[in-house]
């Protein structure tokens, strides 16, 4: 594996790569990489010849008092992880390698509809930042294919908007969301948990699956759905910040005659912020 920091080295090594024909699939990641993270690194194998993986912990899409200096930094175990999986290319820039300019004087690009819904309510410039570094990532390894989690399906739905109102020459592929042996879903920041706050955690995709099964059944009072489930959360310990039932691919609040459907949830749990997320069919 390739281990590289700049843009040069890393033009120069996808040049290479596509001398010999070989189709590129990357997976742009900020590290700590668990079985959910591998997933989508083994996803990308199978769609592209040669994977392209991007650690960075992207500050512009820390709000003040996030974690961005706390954020859990394991590049000697993610290397050894991606190693194994096969992966070609290691793409690991540092902040001024991605912002010339300076972060404050970045170019910035914002996908309409997106900074103020569901988790860009409550983390101002988050979806902003996401669509900044990843056009800069896009633009640097100029992937064929890119694979993104569904665990973030808001971030996943704005990448493919971007994709599809840029015309970049990129396919999106989501992943579906690995989970513990509970539910869990998994995520770097599960690691912030204890151990009373583990065992709760899976509430979040209890909740989202009990509005599932209510929507199944016929229920069609969104509003209500959600409230209960934000009283549900609430007596198990979590502040919810939302639970929300859209349309899959627009996100916007379904209309009558909809049928494929997604319930989203955002909760904190003592410090640590936990979203997750189920689709569904209606008939
Ligand atoms: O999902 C993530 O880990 C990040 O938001 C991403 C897409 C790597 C951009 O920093």
Redesign the pocket.
Known sequence: MQTLSSTASLRESISAQRLQGRRIAFV???GNLHAGHLQLVRQASILADCVVVSI?V?PM?FGPGEDFATYPRTLDADKAALQAEGVEVLFLPAVEEMYAAGLEQATRIEVPGFEGDLCGRSRPGFFTG?AT??TGLFNRVQPDIAV??EK?YQ?LVMIKRMVRDLCMPIEVQGVATMREADGLAMSSRNAYLDAAQRDRAVHLYQVLGTVKAALESGSRDYTVLEQHALESLQQAGFVPDYVSVREQRSLRVPGPGCKQLVVLGAATLGSTRLIDNISLSIT
Do not use: A, E, Y
């Open positions: 742009p990641t900020m960075f992207n899409q996401i570094v990843v993104f989690g973030d971030q």
